[in-house]
């Protein structure tokens, strides 16, 4: 579950990009290079030769503190960082090190910032791609309330598209290209557009068919706390799995009369169990209503 590669993406503010960058490199021990391109992207290259990039992005809305107060401030002040290619065990700690590090020197997120996390893709077929589809639309209601999604950024990571996922469960395409078909439908631009609106969504694989090979999980408040940021890559990890190991799933949304103990038990189910990911069911039940230690009264 934890073996797949994967990269994230982090925004935030309070702090320029050229600052950002310079905190990366003093905690990687790296150096800095300007690309001098439309997003101003700030490098940081490690020395195992890794890229971390901090760059602008047009939806964050720009802030810094000044005598005890938040105020807007100019574009400098979007940073979207961009990880290399990470792996759990041996990168996890660096990546909450680095965030703890961009907290303190001044960073911060707002209700306008996202967190998006991408995916290897390699391992998956059109039916564990089915899966996926319908695993995030059987769940859609239960993980919007848990990651209590700012409604600033509703239009950035939509609910999965019904429409969608009763196509693909009624012809049940057997192909990638028929399951890319049925993706793209109804949309007039462009597969080839970078910023294609079938992105927006929680669940993004435009990504996968058009970009970089990976499925993008986009339904998460941006966070400068590096316990949060952990249990958000832990669930799009299992989520991964359990997509690509499940025979299928179901798209119907069960009936849910306990949030917290459904959740709990959904956690459990998926792998997210014991002393290691107690944090990451602790946050992802925080928020919902019911009790994680309820039981069936008996008849």
Not at 182 to 198: Q, V
Not at 218 to 232: D, M, P, Q, T, V
Request: aromatic share 10%.
């Amino acid at each position: 579950m934890l073996t797949t590669r994967f990269g994230i993406e982090v925004e935030l503010t309070g702090m320029t990009r050229k600052q950002a960058a310079k905190t990366a490199a003093a905690f990687l021990g790296g150096r800095v290079e300007s690309s001098g391109d439309y997003y101003d992207t700030q490098k940081v290259i490690a020395p195992d030769g890794r890229i971390w990039k901090f760059m602008s992005d047009g939806s964050i809305r720009t802030q810094k503190k000044e005598n005890g107060r938040i105020v807007a401030t100019g574009r400098e002040y979007s940073v979207e960082l961009v990880s290399p290619i990470l792996t759990y065990r041996e990168d996890i700690e660096t990546l909450q090190e680095l965030i703890r590090r961009l907290r303190k020197a001044g960073g911060f997120a707002n209700t306008s910032c996202g967190i998006h996390i991408h995916i290897d893709g390699a391992d998956h077929t059109p039916r564990s791609i089915r899966n996926f589809i319908n695993i995030i639309a059987s769940k859609n209601d239960l993980f919007y309330k848990a990651l209590q999604i700012e409604p600033d950024r509703m239009r950035f990571c939509k609910k999965m598209d019904a429409a969608l996922v009763e196509k693909m469960n009624r012809r049940k395409p057997k192909t990638m290209a028929a399951i890319e078909s049925i993706w793209y439908e109804g949309y007039s631009e462009s597969r080839s557009t970078h910023y294609h609106n079938s992105r927006y969504h929680f669940l993004n694989l435009h990504s996968f068919f058009n970009g970089n090979g990976t499925i993008e999980l986009r339904g998460f408040n941006s966070e400068l706390h590096a316990g949060k940021i952990r249990s958000y890559i832990v669930l799009a990890l299992a989520l991964n799995h359990q997509a690509l190991t499940q025979k299928c799933a179901s798209s119907k949304k069960p009936q849910v009369e306990n949030e917290k103990f459904a959740m709990r038990t959904y956690l459990n189910r998926i792998g997210l169990i014991g002393d290691e990911f107690k944090n990451c069911r602790e946050h992802l039940c925080k928020h919902l209503d019911g009790n994680a230690a309820w039981r069936f009264r008996a008849a």
